[in-house]
């Protein structure tokens, strides 16, 4: 049962436009949740995340959104640049400090 | 400050062998976090580590074991090894687990 999904496997958007990256939770407990960048042969970096208590965290051209009653958050990426091709996950923590991911989107920006 | 080392980098082994992965995490980080990553499969949690106890585990067989030491490094070992064994594995370390982690390179294990 999984209980983060990440449904799109991969993205291609153009260089310079918004990139959307989407997360669906089914557990409600979830309280923090946090998005990691990944390249190849590369452990996974922090980006940025958001506690459940908001619905909105902005960092430079990173922001990430909760929509808490329909269990989803978006991460968008404004401009998008090539460096920021990878893969990306979305991880939440529960009540016992675990972290539970998602299967990850290969984002590619188009030069 | 220093980040988070995992040695190996790289590992060629045989079925049925046995391998053991080393982690160091940042100072001052107890918690101590092993991932699997295989080509589609996103992070597998492995199991989690606290000041020395295993706090949290993944559906991963008994065959992949772990532990943490006073010093907070952590290893895993994985025996009777199998070639879907293979992939990248991830140690990630943070003060208390939950948030802040911070991954390793990892080590990518080949089973031939």
């Known amino acids: 049962d999984q209980q983060v999904k990440q449904n799109s496997p991969s993205l291609s958007v153009q260089e310079g436009r918004i990139s959307i990256l989407n997360c669906d939770y089914t557990?409600?407990?979830?309280?923090?949740f946090l998005w990691y960048k990944k390249y190849p042969a590369e452990g996974p970096t922090f980006l940025i995340s958001?506690?459940?208590i908001k619905d909105k965290n902005e960092d430079g051209r990173f922001t990430v959104f909760l929509n808490k009653s329909a269990k989803h958050l978006s991460l968008h990426i404004v401009p998008s640049q090539p460096g920021d091709s990878a893969v990306y996950f979305c991880a939440a923590k529960d009540s016992n400090y675990q972290l539970i991911w998602g299967a990850g989107t290969k984002l590619i920006i188009k030069p | 400050k220093a980040g988070v080392t995992q040695t190996p980098r790289y590992l060629i082994k045989t079925r049925g062998q046995q391998v053991t992965l080393s982690c160091s995490p940042i100072?001052?980080?107890?918690?101590v976090s092993w991932y699997q990553q295989t080509p589609g499969q996103g992070l597998q949690f492995l199991f989690e580590y606290f000041s020395e106890t295993q706090r949290n585990k993944g559906n991963f067989p008994g065959r992949f074991s772990g532990r943490q030491f006073s010093n907070s490094r952590s290893e895993m070992n994985v025996s009777t090894l199998e070639l879907g064994d293979s992939a990248l594995y991830l140690c990630?370390?943070?003060?208390?687990?939950?948030?802040?982690?911070?991954f390793g390179s990892g080590t990518r294990l080949t089973v031939v």
């Open positions: 958001i506690s459940s």
């Open positions: 100072s001052g980080h107890r918690s």
């Open positions: 990630a370390s943070s003060l208390q687990g939950g948030y802040g982690y911070t």
């Open positions: 557990n409600s407990m979830f309280d923090y």
